[in-house]
């Protein structure tokens, strides 16, 4: 089974960036979409980006768009999220999943989805 790793996360200031990766050993990740997600302390997940097995469509959530962009490397078999612009209400814990299809990913239908252990995401003001 597809056990995504997430790395990247961190302690940053308001306006700051960070770049978080999410990697697989012994499977593909391009045989996915894979889509972040983040979740804050008392709050639901929410779902924040996804991109498409083969040709690379992107979706974002309407709270990161412009900010952050969602690429991959299938060299080497990688996905990152590049966060820019970041504010305090980014912060959450950043998780990658891999999703049968681009289309559950973006509807935020995961109950099927393989899930890595998360990435704590610090803004300060």
């Known amino acids: 089974q597809l056990q995504p790793v997430e790395s990247g996360g961190g302690l940053v200031q308001s306006g700051g960036s960070l770049r978080l990766s999410c990697a697989a050993s012994?499977?593909?990740?391009?045989?996915?979409?894979i889509g972040w997600f983040r979740q804050a302390p008392g709050k639901e997940r929410e779902g924040v980006s996804c991109i498409s097995s083969g040709d690379g469509s992107t979706y974002y959530a309407d709270s990161v768009k412009g900010r952050f962009t969602i690429s991959r490397d299938n060299a080497e078999n990688t996905v990152y999220l590049q966060m820019n612009s970041l504010k305090p209400e980014d912060t959450a814990i950043y998780y990658c999943?891999?999703?049968?299809?681009?289309?559950?990913?973006?509807?935020?239908?995961?109950?099927?989805?393989?899930w890595g252990q998360g990435t704590q995401v610090t803004v300060s003001s």
């Open positions: 012994g499977f593909t990740l391009d045989y996915y979409a």
């Open positions: 999943a891999g999703v049968p299809t681009f289309r559950l990913c973006v509807i935020g239908q995961v109950a099927h989805a393989s």
